[in-house]
């Protein structure tokens, strides 16, 4: 049974930071592509940056040059750094794991950021 538990959420002032973790257990993290999405009120879930298994990242242009995933196969654990935080990136974000070869899915259970001053 793969968990992902992510950490770190809460409140922030807009041009503040926050970072956000996520634990895996009960997999072989090293191969799993991992990925942190959102959802906003009233707004579908959205992708904000993902990591392969081999480190190659993505990022969606909204979050470009604020937010710095990584992955840490040693503990196990992704993590997305916030900067520059602004009041549109408030939301429950979401950590994901996807095997690469066999496309398995895994979502965390969400954790609230709110920007707000």
């Known amino acids: 049974q793969v968990r992902l538990v992510e950490s770190g959420g809460g409140l922030a002032q807009p041009g503040g930071s926050l970072t956000l973790s996520c634990a895996a257990s009960?997999?072989?993290?090293?191969?799993?592509?991992m990925g942190w999405y959102r959802q906003a009120p009233g707004k579908q879930r959205e992708l904000v940056a993902t990591?392969?298994?081999?480190?190659?990242?993505n990022y969606a242009d909204a979050v470009k040059g604020r937010f710095t995933i990584s992955r840490n196969n040693a503990k196990d654990t992704v993590t997305l750094q916030m900067n520059s935080l602004k009041a549109e990136d408030t939301a429950i974000y979401y950590c994901n794991a996807v095997h690469e070869m066999f496309r398995y899915e895994y979502w965390g259970q969400g954790t609230q950021v709110t920007v707000s001053s």
């Open positions: 009960g997999t072989i993290f090293s191969i799993y592509a």
């Open positions: 990591i392969t298994s081999g480190s190659i990242t």
